[in-house]
């Protein structure tokens, strides 16, 4: 099936910084890509809807000035978490629409210190 | 609010069959119903999908309700590696998850 990365797998950062996420699909195009962040034991929240050359669409009560998403290119999907805080430590992962399903990535484990 | 509702966690023995539940009583004629999977630490992989007839894949089978208000994933034979929340949802672009099924196969 279709293949989606993400990079990195890991990340600690500092409060205060900024950490960029990347999302590629590897062997499709994507015009449409979905950004997730699930806390432990809990589902998977929707964020964010990412579509190739224009504005990303947020779900209610995401700050978009605070998670910054660009989708320059139908294979590259990236999320900032800028100013990044200890509550936004968690599991962010990105889909990628194929023709009749859904395919995630692997998820970035963010830890703020 | 989530589109489809599911018990909270189920159990199996393995190499029997087990059925995972899904309600979706709001359920609109053009969506599709898509079970996912998540294992610990992974992001969801696809499982099956379907519209209105009953779907077999190599990881399952779907079948769906006569009124398309509900359905249910069937795994033949569980194995310990089917352990993971099971997450049934409609449409393709509206991405969102309700709570998911627990599977816990016991050897």
């Known amino acids: 099936g279709a293949v989606v990365s993400q990079h990195p797998s890991r990340v600690i950062c500092k409060s205060g910084t900024s950490v960029k996420i990347e999302c590629r699909s590897l062997?499709?195009?994507?015009?449409?890509m979905f950004w997730y962040r699930q806390f432990p034991k809990q589902s998977l929240m929707l964020m964010a809807t990412?579509?190739?050359?224009?504005?990303?669409?947020?779900e209610q009560g995401v700050e978009k000035d605070k998670f910054l998403i660009n989708h320059a290119s139908l294979t590259l999907s990236t999320l900032t978490v800028t100013s990044a805080h200890p509550e936004d430590s968690s599991f962010y992962i990105c889909?990628?629409?194929?023709?009749?399903?859904?395919?995630f990535g692997p998820g970035t484990r963010l830890t703020v210190t | 609010d989530a589109k489809t509702t599911q018990p909270n966690s189920m159990e199996s023995n393995e190499e029997e069959p087990v059925h995972l539940p899904c309600n979706h009583s709001?359920?609109?004629?053009?969506?599709?119903i898509h079970w996912y999977r998540q294992l610990p630490s992974q992001g969801p992989e696809y499982v099956i999908h379907?519209?209105?007839s009953n779907v077999n894949n190599r990881m399952a089978s779907l079948a769906i309700a006569e009124d398309r208000k509900s359905s249910t994933l069937i795994l033949h034979r569980a194995t310990l590696r089917d352990a993971a929340v099971y997450y049934c949802?409609?449409?393709?672009?509206?991405?969102?998850f309700g709570a998911g099924t627990r599977l816990t196969v016991k050897p």
């Open positions: 709001t359920i609109s004629g053009t969506d599709y």
């Open positions: 990412s579509n190739e050359g224009s504005k990303a669409t947020y």
């Open positions: 949802t409609l449409g393709y672009n509206d991405m969102r």
């Open positions: 379907g519209l209105t």
């Open positions: 889909s990628a629409s194929g023709q009749y399903e859904q395919y």
């Open positions: 062997d499709f195009q994507a015009t449409t």
